[in-house]
């Protein structure tokens, strides 16, 4: 079965940086793109960007296009998201997602991964 | 950049309750829209793409429809299992952007 497994959770301070992972299965990799997602406390799903698993094509929100890398392993079937310049407002639960396209604008997000809280503390 | 916006963003009902959600798009996305439901704690379940079809496994009471802008998600008979949050996403174009919920509540 499709699973995606997403590292712990992880406490920052301001102005750091967090690397998330997320190991998938039970799929073929290259085929389907990778999008994170983020859902501050109490409050509603921001889409972050998009990677393509196939040929690492990334598309990111504007907001977050300065401070967000995304980055893939195939041989691992891994996607991480990397986010620099943490801020309080940072502070979320950071959810893999697998695309049920090549690209998540081809089709919607059909698998998450359980999440990973990202706090940012002084 | 596509908005979207959910109404309600709440409602409550009775188990047995048919219940209408609305989902509006700021231009048109054909029918590039899906469905979730996330309950408190939970990733996000895929329900609904391309607007009207159903993802393999949901039940049947749930239903999609729309085209352009106007979009809905409709719960024929609302169950114990349904009291969640409900979010449309559209795929038209990048960004892909969310509506900002709503949440099913128990009257």
């Known amino acids: 079965q499709v699973r995606l497994m997403q590292s712990g959770a992880e406490m920052k301070k301001p102005g750091a940086s967090v690397r998330v992972s997320c190991k998938t299965s039970?799929?073929?990799?290259?085929?389907?793109?990778i999008s994170w997602v983020r859902q501050a406390p109490g409050q509603g799903l921001e889409w972050m960007g998009w990677?393509?698993?196939?040929?690492?094509?990334?598309n990111f929100a504007q907001k977050l296009q300065d401070r967000v890398t995304m980055t893939t392993e195939t041989s691992t079937t891994t996607a991480y998201m990397e986010l620099r310049g943490l801020r309080s407002d940072d502070t979320a639960v950071y959810y893999c997602?697998?695309?049920?396209?090549?690209?998540?604008?081809?089709?919607?997000?059909?698998?998450w991964g359980q999440g990973t809280l990202v706090t940012v503390s002084p | 950049d596509i908005q979207m916006t959910q109404s309600p963003s709440t409602l409550s009902a009775s188990v047995g309750d048919r219940v209408t959600i609305t989902c509006r798009a700021s231009?048109?996305?054909?029918?590039?829209l899906a469905w979730y439901q996330q309950k408190p704690g939970k990733a996000p379940k895929f329900l609904i793409y391309?607007?009207?079809n159903l993802e393999s496994g949901v039940p049947s009471r749930f239903s999609g429809s729309g085209s352009g802008t106007e979009f809905t998600l409709t719960i024929s008979s609302l169950q114990p299992d349904d009291f969640a949050t409900y979010y449309c996403?559209?795929?038209?174009?990048?960004?892909?952007?969310f509506g900002g919920g709503t949440k099913v509540e128990i009257k």
């Open positions: 997602a697998k695309c049920s396209a090549t690209s998540c604008h081809s089709g919607g997000i059909d698998y």
């Open positions: 039970g799929y073929t990799f290259t085929s389907y793109g």
């Open positions: 990677i393509s698993t196939y040929n690492g094509d990334t």
């Open positions: 231009q048109s996305i054909s029918r590039w």
């Open positions: 391309k607007a009207s």
């Open positions: 996403q559209q795929y038209d174009s990048f960004p892909l952007s």
